[in-house]
């Protein structure tokens, strides 16, 4: 499938809500001294509704502040930032939100449709909230249409059609990556925060470990620096040719399955999860190639990002997979995902016999292909 498994992650992101944390009495303290202030005038939200403005950060997040929508739909947010970064609005009982562009006083003004704000939101009243809802909207536009394109290569009846459709994703995917580079250099605190979306795209890894070594110089207390450099160290302890570091998580039946334990095969370690679509379209091509290499020193070591356990299980059986499967139930939370510095799946890693890694990220043909060379 051509579809980058990022770009539909991706889209999930920027359609996602993030999890309403209960306010704590150190926010409500820092609410009365606050630094950034949000107007905004909503479609779609009746008179009582509460809106707030939302830290995500780190796994967590706080509610910096709330308000209640007037009858004209109106309201108006303060709270206070620590850092410059993208804090969101979201509206109670609603999946979407949208960004906001905050540094210390910020002043803000949001346009919208409660009920689909990440698509309808606009923000505007300084220099960063116009290159900020530039770049979101150029992302939504290439995401959707990427969906569209998925969709054309799913229902394709022929090798010819398909090629020319990959053909247009790979178009699309080059200049997305163009807008987003063109980010990514600027000196704004917007910068690492474009550079973070790249993350998942082997080919500009390059790219990102040069502008991370800027960005650790002139904003080395971004939080958006500090999470690459984090991925960046990560990625150099699975590089190829280190020792593949070991997995300790428990299969189905709660039991341990350290990765080490399969020391003496050719491992596939397969990132994954049922709720991932690229994931589950690609498991026909890796069951055939299991089949065809596992008796020959060829092992799979199945590491889910699930969190149902049930769908897991489901999965897994539905798409006959076989091999080993361990998981600790934690989504992107996952201590091998962490560990690993996994960003986007499907995501692969082969080992050798001795537990050093070969190969990153193959997939399809080029998986075969390499697994026959190593086997036949």
Known sequence: MFLKPYSALALAALLTTPALAQRSAKASKAASKSNVEISGKLQNAPAGTKVYIVDQNAGRSTRLDSATVDAGGAFTLRGRVEDAAIYYLAVDKQKESMGLPLAAGAKLQVTGDATKLAQTGAVRGSAEADTYLTFQQARMRSMMQMRELSTAYRDAKDETAKAAIEKQGEALDAAMAVTTKRLARQTSFLAPYAALTLLGDEAQAAFL???????????????????????????????????????????????????????????????????????????????????????????????????????????????????????????????????????????TVLIDPQGRIIAKNLRGEELEKKVASLLN
């Not at 334990?261 to 690229?278: N, T």
Request: hydrophobic share 40%.
């Open 209 to 347: 470990d040069s502008v991370t070594a800027i960005y650790q110089k002139v904003q080395p207390a971004s939080r958006y620096t500090k999470t690459l450099l984090e991925h960046q160290a990560k990625q150099k302890a699975t590089a190829v040719g280190a020792l593949a570091p070991d997995i300790q998580l428990a299969g189905a039946d709660g039991k341990i399955i350290p990765l080490s334990s399969l020391r003496g095969k050719y491992v596939m370690v397969d990132f994954w999860a049922s709720w991932c679509g690229p994931c589950r379209q690609e498991n026909p091509n890796v069951v055939k190639l299991y089949n065809a290499y596992k008796s020959k020193g060829f092992e799979i070591y199945g590491v889910s990002l699930d969190q149902d356990k049930g769908k897991w299980e489901k999965a897994i059986a539905a798409d006959g997979l076989t091999w080993t499967h361990v998981s600790d139930l934690k989504g992107w939370q996952s201590a091998a995902g962490q560990q690993y510095g996994i960003r986007a799946i499907p995501a």
